[in-house]
């Protein structure tokens, strides 16, 4: 065959172009794009570390944030406690000063009814013992046909009337 026979002459021609074609090639690349593509990988990473900079500052941030809030919180809880406790203390001096004033217009009001009652008992009572004096005093005239002096009548009405 032909083509096998010439091998020996075109051997060395063949791979001094292998070797200038492969070194064009990793020149070609070496120097001109590894240098682009390390450039966006170093800018990519800078980035990257820029941005996960900001994200933990901002976190910081966050957390001061909501140590704040919560601290806020807690004054705010705090200070409503308070309030509360002041305001039940008042309402409960208030209800108390307004009890004692109804107890002692109730207390006032039972005095009063008590006196009213006792007056009227009195009274009643005095309506009955002449009451009774009358009709002792009118029983005995008519049963016995005698007079009876009424301060007789009326002592042993009144003895009758403490012995029950």
Do not use: C
């Amino acid at each position: 065959m032909p083509q096998i026979s010439q091998i020996g002459e075109i051997y060395a021609s063949q791979l001094f172009w292998l070797a200038i074609v492969f070194a064009l090639i990793y020149f070609g690349i070496g120097k001109a794009m590894v240098p682009k593509i390390e450039r966006t990988i170093d800018d990519r990473a800078a980035r990257v570390a820029g941005d996960l900079d900001a994200a933990h500052r901002a976190n910081e941030r966050a957390q001061g944030l909501e140590t704040a809030y919560q601290s806020g919180l807690d004054t705010a809880r705090a200070q409503s406690l308070k309030t509360v406790g002041a305001a039940k203390e008042q309402a409960l001096a208030s209800t108390e000063a307004t009890l004692k004033a109804g107890d002692a217009d109730a207390q006032d009001r039972i005095a009063a009814a008590a006196t009213r009652i006792d007056h009227a008992k009195a009274a009643a009572e005095a309506e009955i013992e002449t009451a009774t004096v009358d009709a002792v005093q009118d029983i005995v005239a008519k049963l016995s046909g005698v007079v009876v002096d009424r301060a007789t009548i009326e002592q042993k009405v009144r003895a009758e009337r403490a012995h029950g």
